[in-house]
């Protein structure tokens, strides 16, 4: 293929479809008690609030330029909107993990929990889709989801249950769980609020259970250096580590879970990396397939996983530098995602509790 042919890319495919629909252009004045209900309105998309009671923080980090925000300000709403985009994004992302593991009998999850477990929890549920397919798959199990905001359905299997809830308060579950489940929340706490998750996750995990952790790496790496090397999506990885590390929620889980999960007391720990194309670019058809997913999910999401970060914590960008945010980057992603071979890269960590277990897989 000639270089210098270019590939259009569709300037609209990412905006919301209702985008002109008033609730879009909603005044930042609007009533502190509907924003809980709600979340907040920025930037076109809804963000979750994580604490009634610091609500008040919401708008006083609001910098259109990019800057630093004062110091001591906390920013106490989750960084990753709540709306029906980021919720195809979550799909998507579901959707990837089941085909890249679709030659296991549970490609669901990797802990072994036996054919019969009693009690399974997922933490950051998003759409619920993970929740509702192992509850589906073990209908004499008890599966909840929980999450800071309800997720759009109207109807899920009689033994799965969605909550909305903080899970860096107290827990009030009685019943010890078989599997702890957690993905993507990459970036949603601070070094303290890590650590307390691990330990109520420990804490509430029977003996012989097993917590689960899937996170995906924010990187965008090209193994045969088509990727040019001016690209944005080279410098978008970056640039959002160092937004994350402004804003005291650091991004790198799938680096550190490993450890995370062994000072909470874990035992038996295995990491799974994966290595995922972002286009049908690949020879293999199974990865080919994972590779249009995961297009789409990068397409879909990358405005998402970056708005909030870098309008907030990103620093100024020269002329010319296409402002590093999620639109300029679907544009180039969906223009190099046919061509050039780039990826990016996931990983899933999980450790059991000591007591009488079942052996892990291989």
């Not at 990797?110 to 054919?115: S, V």
């Not at 706490?189 to 996170?215: T, V």
């Not at 909470?264 to 990491?271: C, N």
């Amino acid at each position: 293929m000639q270089n210098d042919i270019v590939i259009a890319a569709d300037s609209h495919v990412y905006l919301p479809a209702d985008i002109s629909a008033p609730s879009d252009w909603r005044s930042e004045t609007t009533s502190l008690e509907s924003d809980i209900r709600q979340g907040v309105l920025e930037n076109g998309r809804i963000y979750q609030t994580l604490r009634e009671n610091k609500i008040q923080y919401a708008f006083v980090t609001h910098n259109p330029y990019g800057c630093n925000p004062p110091p001591r300000v906390q920013t106490d709403f989750r960084s990753v909107p709540s709306d029906d985009q980021m919720f195809e994004t979550y799909e998507n992302s579901h959707l990837l993990m089941i085909i890249c593991d679709s030659d296991l009998e549970n490609p669901l999850y990797h802990a072994p929990t036996g054919k019969l477990p009693k009690h399974i929890l997922d933490i950051g549920t998003g759409k619920g889709s993970w929740a509702i397919d192992v509850a589906d798959m073990f209908p004499s199990a008890t599966v909840r989801g929980v999450d800071l905001f309800p997720p759009p359905l109207s109807w899920i299997p009689p033994n799965c249950i969605l909550e909305v809830d903080d899970i860096l308060r107290s827990w009030t579950w009685k019943d010890p769980f078989d599997l702890v489940h957690i993905k993507n929340l990459d970036g949603s706490f601070n070094a303290q609020e890590q650590e307390s998750l691990y330990k109520q996750c420990y804490d509430n995990i029977k003996p012989g259970g097993w917590i689960e952790q899937l996170e995906v790496s924010y990187f965008i790496e090209c193994d045969d250096d088509s990727l040019p090397g001016h690209s944005v999506l080279r410098s978008w990885g970056p640039r959002l580590a160092q937004a994350a590390q402004k804003a005291g929620r650091p991004l790198g889980a799938m680096h550190t879970m490993r450890d995370s999960i062994a000072n909470a007391g874990f035992t038996d720990i295995h990491v799974k990396d994966y290595k995922l194309p972002i286009g049908p670019w690949p020879r293999d058809k199974q990865l080919k397939e994972v590779g249009e997913v995961n297009h789409q999910h990068w397409m879909g999401g990358m405005e998402g996983y970056g708005m909030w970060l870098l309008t907030h914590f990103g620093g100024p960008l020269a002329l010319g530098e296409g402002g590093g945010s999620g639109l300029y980057c679907t544009n180039e992603a969906g223009a190099y995602g046919y061509e050039i071979s780039y990826l990016s890269t996931q990983s899933t960590g999980l450790g059991e509790k000591a007591g009488t277990g079942t052996k892990h897989r291989t």
